[in-house]
Nanobody, 127 residues
Framework: QVQLVESGGGLVQAGDSLRLSCTAS????????MAWFRQAPGKEREFVAA????????YYTDSVKGRFTISRDNAKNTVYLKTNTLKPEDTAVYYC????????????????????WGQGTQVTVSS
């Protein structure tokens, strides 16, 4: 069992930055691929970014490429999402997810590939 706790969300203005964190407890963090998803009001939860167990592979949805960066620190059991140049359309609840599999595109974007989920952290971007 893995418990995931997100933090770092908040209310910001367009153009600002935030760093989201997700800390895991339980089984060996380094054995899990990690991802961030987000869900805006009235919309389905969508893939944002993912990182492999070692951190050597990263994946991003097109709308965040060049603005968001996913990283991980296996010694701290934490995965990060640095969000730069935020836009109002980035407003959503951001969820951290963990997968015990070795994921590649396009499977890495699928919600059903992930075994554990956090409770989410709200990001609100005002225009």
């Amino acid at each position: 069992q893995v418990q995931l706790v997100e933090s770092g969300g908040g209310l910001v203005q367009a153009g600002d930055s935030l760093r989201l964190s997700c800390t895991a407890s339980g089984r060996t963090f380094s054995s899990y691929a990690m991802a961030w998803f987000r869900q805006a009001p009235g919309k389905e939860r969508e893939f944002v970014a993912a990182i492999s167990q070692s951190g050597g592979r990263t994946y991003y949805t097109d709308s965040v490429k060049g603005r968001f960066t996913i990283s991980r620190d296996n010694a701290k059991n934490t995965v990060y999402l640095k969000t730069n140049t935020l836009k109002p359309e980035d407003t959503a609840v951001y969820y951290c997810a963990a997968s015990s599999g070795f994921l590649y595109s396009p499977a890495v974007t699928r919600r059903d590939q992930y075994d554990y989920w956090g409770q989410g952290t709200q990001v609100t971007v005002s225009s």
